[in-house]
Nanobody
Framework: QVRLVESGGGLVQPGGSLRLSCAAS????????IAWFRQAPGKEREGVSC????????YYSDSMKGRFTISRDNAKNMVYLQMNNLKPEDTAVYYC???????????????WGQGTQVTVSS
């Protein structure tokens, strides 16, 4: 059974940092790209970043590039999102998702985690 479980969210002040984790199980993580998405209240879900099976990285917004870093540890079945210099507009529920095809990032996701709340506020 495929599962993705996010953790690491919380309340942080502007300028602070968080590292989100996505624990993967039920499939061979090393063969699949994993993406992070976020959804703020009243807004559509947006892509944050994707990491391919060979650690190619895509960042979907210039506002996140340079502040967010995606990484993976296949031996631990984990994918991470390091978020630095957080801003109030980063407040959202963050989700990780598994690509349905092998190896590369794309637009077809077949499994999602339950999400973890990130709140950036003073």
């Amino acid at each position: 059974q495929v599962r993705l479980v996010e953790s690491g969210g919380g309340l942080v002040q502007p300028g602070g940092s968080l590292r989100l984790s996505c624990a993967a199980s039920g499939f061979m993580l090393g063969r699949y790209a994993i993406a992070w998405f976020r959804q703020a209240p009243g807004k559509e879900r947006e892509g944050v970043s994707c990491i391919t099976s060979n650690e190619g990285r895509i960042y979907y917004s210039d506002s996140m590039k340079g502040r967010f870093t995606i990484s993976r540890d296949n031996a631990k079945n984990m994918v991470y999102l390091q978020m630095n210099n957080l801003k109030p507009e980063d407040t959202a529920v963050y989700y990780c998702a598994k690509i349905s095809r092998l190896y590369v990032c794309g637009s077809d996701y077949d499994y999602w985690g339950q999400g973890t709340q990130v709140t950036v506020s003073s």
